[in-house]
């Protein structure tokens, strides 16, 4: 018979629970994730002002940002396997904190000081879409697992944007571009309380101080032997390209340059990308659970992006309206959130964390590995010259041709979906 509790650990009906202090506590990690990925495409922006400050070149630029990649996808592997041994409120933080310590470092404008925030930015927000599916899973019916994943990566992809249409005017208007990274410490700093206030203690600390540190990776054995976490982590991580290198970093210089709109529309324009993904992060993630199938959805949105990411690099200019390319690639892109269903469903539950850890530490290894390669592609075929169209054509290709080795990677994917396991 079905039964109605409610209590101060949360809501149950029926066998479906809403844990009201996990859902709190995702909130406001959800608002960390927001500022983490306004710090992730702010530099975007700020080219210029970072080229004259640093002494480097638009390269050397997209080269020192892009070492938030490296510490990101190490330490996503360490967040992970915190969070299954400490839980969230003993890990999340500090990991938090990090970030804002980062935040002021790179506003200070010495070459040094960048180099090291950019770094404990990385490390510090690994800890921030981790911990808001570590949250979620505790706070939400598994019922609406993916539609909360969406939504907390449409929190991000909202920061995303805001990183780049209200930072540019901001910096060039109302305050310097180290005052801009010195008040978003400090909001960061504030989230931190916050998120320490409302997360609820939980057992998984039980097993803090048994053991040795390395038994901390153990549950990563498990995760990595099982195939379908590579297909989930490299499916994910191609999907990425277009939007954390294509557009956070070279979206702004492909449209000045190569395309020759106004900076200002250049930035109205890059952000059109992460608030694409503000609507179909949670969309996709609804009609996953709605059809209760993931691979359809994956691969739809996914083919999605390959037509209008290949619109963007080589349909004539004018031909679109100027805002809606990027918008629907935006949109194609929250496909790359259902690969972090998926990796939680292959795995047992007891590993969730350590999960969410190796696709993160897959996915990102790749913004990691490719954004300076991406930069050195630019520059080799630009040979010294201006990068222009044709230069930032030939570049994009290799962008399509990673969504295209995505698709065929998800065909190979296990079905997770309810209605996919029950006519399995």
């Not at 040094?112 to 939400?140: D, K, M, N, P």
């Not at 290894?365 to 201006?386: E, R």
């Amino acid at each position: 018979m079905s039964t109605k509790t409610i209590s101060t650990a949360g809501i149950s009906t029926g066998g479906s629970s809403i844990h009201i202090g996990f859902v709190i506590a995702w909130l406001f990690c959800a608002a960390f994730y927001f500022m983490q990925y306004v710090l992730r495409s702010a530099p975007g922006v700020m080219i210029p002002e970072l080229s004259a400050a640093f002494a480097r070149d638009a390269t050397g630029v997209g080269a020192l940002v892009g070492l938030y990649y490296y510490t990101y996808a190490l330490f996503s592997i360490v967040c992970g396997a915190l969070l299954d041994r400490f839980g969230g409120k003993a890990v999340l933080p500090g990991g938090i904190v990090l970030v804002a310590v980062g935040a002021v470092l790179f506003g200070m404008g010495s070459v040094e000081g960048a180099q090291i925030g950019r770094l404990l930015q990385g490390a510090g927000s690994s800890c921030g879409f981790i911990g808001a599916v570590y949250l979620a899973t505790r706070g939400f019916p598994p019922r609406a697992l993916a539609t909360a994943i969406g939504f907390t990566q449409c929190f991000g992809m909202l920061g995303g944007s805001a990183g780049q249409f209200a930072v540019a005017p901001l910096i060039h208007g109302l305050i310097t571009w180290q005052q801009f990274w010195w008040l978003a410490g400090a909001v960061i700093f504030l989230i931190a309380a916050l998120v320490l206030i409302a997360t609820p203690a939980t057992d998984d600390s039980s097993a803090a101080g048994q053991g040795s540190w390395l038994k901390m990776f153990a549950p990563y054995k498990q995760v990595l032997s099982n195939p379908q976490s590579y297909l989930c982590g490299f499916c994910a991580g191609l999907l990425f390209l277009p939007t954390t290198i294509g557009d956070m970093i070279w979206g702004i210089p492909f449209l000045h340059g190569g395309l020759d709109v106004s900076y200002a529309e250049a930035v109205n324009r890059a952000s059109m990308v992460p608030l694409g993904w503000v609507i179909g992060c949670p969309l996709l993630g609804y009609l996953s659970d709605r059809l209760g199938r993931r691979k359809p959805v994956l691969i739809a949105g996914a083919l999605l992006m390959l037509a209008s990411t290949a619109a963007i690099f080589y349909l004539p200019p004018g031909v679109a309206p100027p805002y809606l390319l990027g918008l629907l690639l935006g949109i194609g892109s929250g496909a790359a959130m259902l690969p972090y269903t998926v990796i939680k469903e292959v795995n047992p539950d007891n590993v969730k964390g350590s999960a969410s850890g190796a696709i993160n530490f897959l996915v990102f290894s790749f913004s990691a590995l490719l954004t300076p390669l991406y930069g050195k592609l630019l520059a080799h075929l630009a040979n010294g010259g201006k990068m222009d169209l044709p230069v930032f054509r030939t570049a994009g290709s290799w962008l399509l041709a990673g969504i295209a080795i995505a698709i065929v990677l998800a065909m190979f994917i296990r079905e997770t979906g309810p209605r996919g396991r029950a006519n399995a």
